[in-house]
Every structure is written in C-alpha cells, then in structure tokens.
C-alpha cells in the first residue's frame, strides 16, 4: 500500500480520478502511477514476491553462475500502432533495451510476444516487424526467441507486443534506485513530455502548432558514455508511465531521500509546453521514451554531464536538481514564481495506452 | 516458407481451413501449425532475423561472457481464465519453464508481464497471481520482473500473459531438433491431449463422459531424471501448440530425417479418446502443456525410460518411434488396422486460444 507522499494536492481535485481499493480494475491501475503500485503490492507482490521481485526496479539484477545479469520485461499497448517518431515496434525495443541500461547493463538479448487481433493487416505486421529489426540493430541487440498468438476480433486491439531481456552489467557497475543520496546531483537527459503529447496529437487529432515526434530512443549510448567517463552512476531511470514525476517519487520513497527540483531547469519544449497547458497536463507527469535521470555524487555532475552532451540523444542534458536529507520520500520543485510546491506521483492515468 | 510434408491427405478437405498468403491475420495464424510457420517466415524472419532467432526452437541458447543461458518467451491467451487441472497464471509458468527444461537448461528466472482488460475482476487477479506464485515454487523458478498494462473495456479480453525465461543449460548438454538422427528411439512421457480437451469441455461446455482434466505441469523434472541417469538427449519437445503432431513434423524438417511412430503406441486417455472422436480431433493434432518428447540413441532408450517413469510425471512414459533415414522431413504412422499414413503439420487452428 503506497500512502500518498505529502499532504492532499489541490490540482488532484481538477479531475475525476479513480480512487484505490475498487473491486475491479479501472484504466488507472495501468498508468504508472499511484493506481499501478497499489495494485503490485496488493495483489501480485504478496503472491509472486521473493527479494528480487520486491526490488520494483525497471529491471533486476541476478547472478547466473559467474555472471550479473539484468532481466526486465514490459508490455506494449499503444494506440495507435504508428506515432510521430516512432510505432510500437521500435518502442517494444526501446522500452526493454532502456530497462537493462538503467541498470548498468549492456542490453544483449530480447525476446517478443506478439498477440495479434484477427483481421490486422499482415503488412502492418510487416511494417512493425521491420521498425523492430532496425531498432535492435541501431541497439545493438538480437531478438533470440518469440512467440505469436491470435485472438478473435474484439478480444484484442491491433498488435500488443511484450518484449523481454537479457543485459550483462558492467564490472563494478551497482545502480539503483536506494544509491540516491543526500548531496546527489538529478540530471536529466533532454527535454520532457514529447512521447506522451506525440501519441496524443495523433489519437485526438489534436493540432498543437508545430507538430511533435515522440523521443522514443535507445539511452544505452548515454549509459555506456557514463560508464566510459569513470563516473560512478548512483541512480538510472528512463522516465516513461507517469513521467519525470513518477520515478522521482519512486526513487525518493525507494532511498528515502526528499528531492528538490528547479521547475525551470526542466527542459520543456515550446510545443509540448503549449500542448500540455491546453489539455491541462503537467509536463512533469507526461512519458518520456528516450529520456535518462542521472543521480551522481556532486563531485561527478560536471564530467556526467559533458559525457551526455557528447553524446547522441544527450545533447541538452542539464542538472534539474539535488537530492536532500530533508521531507523523505517526497519530490518538491522550486517554481517560476519563487514558490515551492509538491511534485506528487500521478494517481491514476493521464492518457491510457500511451506505451 | 514451410512446404507441405507430404502430398495433400484428404482428412485436410473435411473442414474449411484458411489457406496461405492471406492479406489479414487469421485465427489459424495463432495456431503453432503451417499458418504459424508461415507468418514467421514471411512477416517476422525477414525483418528481425539473426542466427539464434532462425533456429525456430521453443527457446534458444545464447552465450553471455561464461555462462549458456537458454531464453523463451509465450504469450498466453487461453480462454476461459480457469479449466479443469489449471489456469492461466499456472500455464504461464509451466510454459515458459517447459520452453526452457527443452533446450537442457535449468530454468532459473522468468518475468511476467500483464495486459488486462479494463474491468476484469480484481479477485481474479488475485487467484491467477496465487496460482503463479505457487506454481513458480514448485518449479524451482523465481518471478523475478513484471509489467501490468491495462486496455480498455473491449479491446482486450479478461488477462493475457506474457512470460519470458532464463535458465542455465548443463554442461555438456546438446538439446536441439538437428540432433535427431536416423535410430534414434523416440520417447513420449505420458498420455496425450487432455490440456486441449480439458479447455474445450469448459468453453463449448460439453461433457465427455468423465471429466477430463489439463495435463499443465512443469516437465523439468523429467529433464532433470534424464540428464542426472547419465543419458546423452538428442531432442526434447513438449508437444503444445499442433500437439504431438506438429512437434514431430518440425524435427522432422530440422534434422532432415524422418520418423516413425505406432499409433497404437501413443497413450490416449479414454476419455480424451472419446471427446477427439466427437468432435473429429486427430488426438495428435491437440495440445498437451505437461508432456515430453525425448528423443535418445536407440542404446539409451531403456535408460531413459527407466528415468522418466520413475519420475513425478512421467509414469506412464512410453516409446512411440523411431527416427529413419527415409521420406526426410516426413512424419509417418503406423495404423491400427496394420496401414500406414502421412502424419502431416496441422494447418491452422483446431480451437483457438487453447494456450
């Protein structure tokens, strides 16, 4: 059961949000935020639990004779299939190679399980099959096994895909979420939001002046140019469901650490911006699919940070904040007006089956 | 692109099954036989292909720095949620460990992720969570990684399942199709088609005399029994998807050989017997989620059976064929009334969502 992390936010009031403890699953429990830890710890943590499972991370680290190895999987549900930057074939890649980067693993192996609607077009297949192969060779993966299942018309929605994989972690490497410390610089590896607003401009035919891509990209580069450059890597994250807000929450409670942000350090780009204030989103709680939060000692920010610029994908990487001995558990931003409020973890879903 | 094995056998005309080259996704796609085989080779070989991936095993053998690891992954779309002798959640994991035990590995960790349809009771979760949990231990298998997504009402159907594993293969071990070689004994653990018949009683709600209960146990204890008794294992399937039937014909292909059974040496409950003869069901062509095909030296065979029937399991294990030189790629039949016939690939799909 995760209890809220701070006192009630009036901006939780704008919207009807589900709330816990129903009896039957709602949207919600699919968005990465308040809803989906709840429904973990409430029904599969106490019925698969073991130490591994309990860690909650992307991925998990497990010894396999003399190997650490990273294993992580996720489904992909999008709609629609194709998006501005991407479809849901390079993000199934993406999605698992990002996982076993964020914990400092070198992605190696995937695996994918289509299960197919009757009736999809078999070259949409195609055109999903072939994003996918040039996602896992731009990442350097292979995909070693698969699997496909049809369902009946109406029992399914197109294609959804799980991919599953298999990383090797570096040497030395010990990245995870309770490494935050006090002192830690937050870094981030680009702007935010362009994910979500990219699959939401295609579903509501919505038209937000300059057209949005989603980011959705491979981050192993910017964690293999960390590694390279002998920073020792506290924290990795790739902030997708429930956004740069989301897994900030997930760390500070995993650490028990508070962490303060600079609202206006977060880069947001103009069109994202005026697209979230339109539909009333936080860009904070919008997915990201390229995206990498960096938590370093202090001392390493400035070599992390020229590493991720030197990199492609991490050219407007920018410390966003520090983390704090003070209000464990609990995400605060300093805002443009010189206040400071709460950046709490989404309750439920922004916007269902944005990955 | 997988030819037939054989010229066309007019048991095939009795139903109007899909044929080739379609421009949609049918339901025969999802169905493990020539439709399945098809797709693979025309849609998603192409695209993805490596190596590992064109091997086509149920899982595949991959090297990380000092280790063998095998990796799998299924989907699981059975329909109902819950049948007599298993569940969803149950089937899940034995799959996925059986995948695994058949490239001689020992399974080690499996990931688990979620699609669930908005709306779905959280109580079944509930039950199918437990059902994993429990069994994952007898399996000897932690869950180690998991994903939940949620679609809306419609566009899903209860829960579907996607479980990807890693096991570590003994050393030494050699377990792959190409290894069938002419004189090998092939060996069956037990009677066949009850997890397919099982689903069926249920959704059609027909009764077959006695009921008939799912065969969906983990089978990596036979392989255990087989490896610990000393005996060199060419091939080891279990026969799912397009059944015992469908499991040969594709070693058959691999390694080029042909194969010999006794069909009166096949074990066939009586009342699966029955339900097949109702419904006009090859027994050969129904699923099986707990059963194992071995195939050993003809020298090993005593040995191996000897090891299986002493094993949870795997009592009532049998020799059903031999492999030959002869019609490569060719599945044959010995029959009851003293003939013989083409034991051909199942083309599409018995009953769709068995698994």
Redesign the interface.
């Known amino acids: 059961m995760v209890e809220p992390a701070g006192p009630v936010d009036p901006a939780d009031w704008s919207c009807p949000v589900p709330v816990g403890h129903?009896?039957?699953?709602?949207?919600?429990?699919?968005?990465g935020g308040r809803l989906?830890a709840e429904?973990?710890a409430?029904?599969?943590l106490?019925?698969?639990?073991?130490p591994?499972?309990g860690q909650l991370a992307d991925?998990?680290v497990?010894a396999?004779?003399?190997?650490r190895?990273a294993?992580?999987?996720?489904?992909?549900?999008v709609q629609p299939l194709f998006f501005p930057g991407g479809d849901i074939g390079s993000l199934a890649v993406h999605g698992t190679v990002n996982d076993l980067a964020c914990s400092g693993a070198v992605p190696?192996?995937l695996?994918?399980?289509?299960?197919?609607?009757?009736?999809?077009?078999?070259?949409v297949?195609?055109r999903i099959?072939?994003s996918?192969?040039e996602a896992?060779r731009a990442a350097g993966v292979?995909?070693?096994?698969?699997?496909?299942?049809?369902?009946?018309r109406?029992?399914?929605?197109g294609v959804?895909i799980?991919t599953?994989g298999?990383g090797?972690v570096r040497d030395g490497a010990d990245v995870r979420p309770e490494r935050a410390a006090a002192g830690d610089a937050v870094l981030l590896s680009g702007s935010i939001g362009r994910h979500g607003v990219a699959v939401m401009s295609v579903r509501d035919g919505l038209q937000f002046g300059s057209p949005v891509t989603s980011d959705s990209a491979p981050v192993h580069g910017l964690v293999a140019a960390l590694f390279d450059a002998g920073v020792d890597v506290h924290v990795l994250r790739d902030p997708t469901r429930g956004g740069v807000a989301a897994s900030l929450n997930e760390i500070a409670t995993a650490a028990n650490v508070g962490i303060v942000i600079g609202e206006t350090e977060v880069p947001v780009d103009a069109a994202v911006r005026s697209a979230c204030t339109l539909m009333g989103l936080d860009p904070l709680h919008v997915a990201n699919e390229g995206r990498l939060l960096v938590f370093v000692a202090e001392a390493d920010a400035e070599r992390a940070l020229a590493a991720l610029r030197a990199t492609a994908g991490g050219e407007g990487a920018v410390a966003i904040g520090t983390v704090v001995a003070d209000h464990a558990g609990m995400v605060v931003g300093n805002t443009a007006i010189g206040g400071t409020r709460i950046i709490d973890m989404p309750l439920g879903?922004l916007l269902?089956?944005i990955c």
């Open positions: 129903r009896e039957q699953v709602v949207l919600g429990h699919g968005g989906s429904l973990l409430d029904v599969f106490p019925a698969l639990g073991n591994l499972l991925s998990t497990v396999v004779g003399g190997e190895l294993m992580s999987t996720d489904s992909f549900v190696l192996h695996t994918a399980a289509f299960v197919i609607e009757e009736g999809t077009a078999i070259e297949l195609r099959a072939a996918m192969g896992a292979a995909i070693v096994a698969g699997d496909t299942k049809v369902v009946q109406g029992q399914g929605d959804f799980t599953a298999v090797r879903e269902p089956r």
